[in-house]
Each structure stands twice: as structure tokens, then as C-alpha cells.
């Protein structure tokens, strides 16, 4: 059971806009910032966003971060083929003294 | 280019012991928290120990307390986790993180070892 919940898959067309969400408590996304990861199959996690909506150099703009209260969420635009992947989101939680992750999400591109 | 490159892993019976490296480049190591996290087959990221750039502060997950532990040395870049006491359900590839400036969350990741508890 992860301390954060993720759907646990997301599907979308080439080129829609697709949302995953990630659903905490006021220890953790209500107080820290949150990462998301991109884990493509066999392949070690990336950093998508960071402190909630910044994108590390290198990460397209069509993925975009946000934050409100003790939830948080992924957005892709413009879906492409290699954006099938497991995203991951995550915070510090201030209860338990350590990283919390989301049982991640498995986009599909149909 | 920052590398992390992890090694260590393999088979290992119920109640052994194994101990994982991970060897950073790239950056200055002594300027960063670290970490590991670790995936088991089929499964979601797991967080597993963090310790910070002076290594005096250090978390585990419940999971874990009591049988492993983090440790850095800073003047060789490397960060290691020692595991004692292993069970079938710590069965999962480590990962060696590199946190994001100021943070525990990570910003970089190893390849990843695989460590197999089975008897």
C-alpha cells in the first residue's frame, strides 16, 4: 500500500492531453514539493518535474506539473508513442521521516 | 556527465547478508544527498535509505530498520548499503539516487543492481 495513490493505468490517442493524478495527506504533498518520475520498460526511473511544476533541462514542455493542496498532477500534451511508459510521483513525508512514492501510473498510447 | 554506477548485487539465501556500492562521477559528491530505492519484480519504486551530504542525517523505511545501512565516504565518492538479515520480499534491482539540489528526492539514478533472497 503506497503512501501516495496513483491510478494505476492512463491511456490516451496520439497527440491528446492526458492528466495523471497523485493524491496525498498534509505530511507529505501538503508540505513538501513533489517529483514525478518516467520509468520507460527496463529502463531506470528520469526526473520529469521537480519542486512541483519545474522541468529539468532537457524535458519537453509538453509535460507540465502541478499542485493543489494535498493532491498533485501530470499533465502530457500532445501524447506521442514514446511517452508509453510507468510515471511515478513523490515527496518527503514528514510522518515517517522518509521518500514517499505513488504506486505509479502505466500510460498506454493506443 | 553525472554517473552512478552501482555494483554489488546477486543471489543471496534468506537471513544473509550483502552489501551494495554505488560509484559516483560527474559531480561533487560531497555537495549531495543520496539514496537508494529499489523495485521488485513487477512492482512500483520503493524508497529504501537516505543520508545526507555530511552523513549526519540518516532515514530509513520501516521496511528496512534495523538490518540495513547507509553509509557515504565522500573523499572516494561512493555510497554503499550494507544488508543483513535478508528476506525473499527484499527481493527488488537497488537503484543509487543522487538528490536534487537542497533535497533528499532524487534528481539522477544508477542503472540499477539486482539482488535475488532466495533459498
Known amino acids: 500500500q503506497s503512501v501516495l495513490t496513483q491510478s494505476p493505468s492512463a491511456s490516451g490517442t496520439p497527440g491528446q492531453r492526458v492528466t495523471i493524478s497523485c493524491s496525498g495527506s498534509t505530511s507529505n504533498i501538503g508540505s513538501n514539493f513533489v517529483y514525478w518520475y518516467q520509468q520507460l520498460p527496463g529502463t531506470a526511473p528520469k526526473l520529469l518535474i521537480y519542486?512541483?511544476?519545474q522541468l529539468p533541462s532537457g524535458v519537453p514542455d509538453r509535460f507540465s506539473g502541478s499542485k493543489s493542496g494535498t493532491s498533485a498532477s501530470l499533465a502530457i500534451s500532445g501524447l506521442r508513442s514514446e511517452d508509453e511508459a510507468d510515471y511515478y510521483c513523490a515527496t518527503w513525508d514528514n510522518s515517517l521521516s522518509g521518500q514517499a512514492f505513488g504506486g505509479g501510473t502505466k500510460l498506454t498510447v493506443l | 556527465e553525472v554517473q552512478l554506477v552501482e555494483s554489488g548485487g546477486g543471489l543471496v539465501k534468506p537471513g544473509g547478508s550483502l552489501r551494495l556500492s554505488c560509484a559516483a562521477s560527474?559531480?561533487?559528491?560531497?555537495?549531495?544527498?543520496m539514496s537508494w530505492v529499489r523495485q521488485g519484480p513487477g512492482k512500483g519504486l520503493e524508497w529504501v535509505s537516505s543520508i545526507n551530504s555530511g552523513s549526519s542525517h540518516i532515514f530509513y523505511a520501516d521496511s528496512v530498520k534495523g538490518r540495513f545501512t547507509i553509509s557515504r565516504d565522500n573523499a572516494k565518492n561512493s555510497l554503499s548499503l550494507e544488508m543483513n538479515s535478508l528476506r525473499v520480499e527484499d527481493t527488488a534491482v537497488y537503484y543509487c539516487a543522487r538528490g536534487y539540489s537542497g533535497s533528499y528526492l532524487s534528481e539522477y539514478w544508477g542503472q540499477g543492481t539486482l539482488v535475488t533472497v532466495s533459498s
Open positions: 519542486r512541483n511544476n
Open positions: 560527474g559531480f561533487t559528491f560531497s555537495d549531495y544527498s
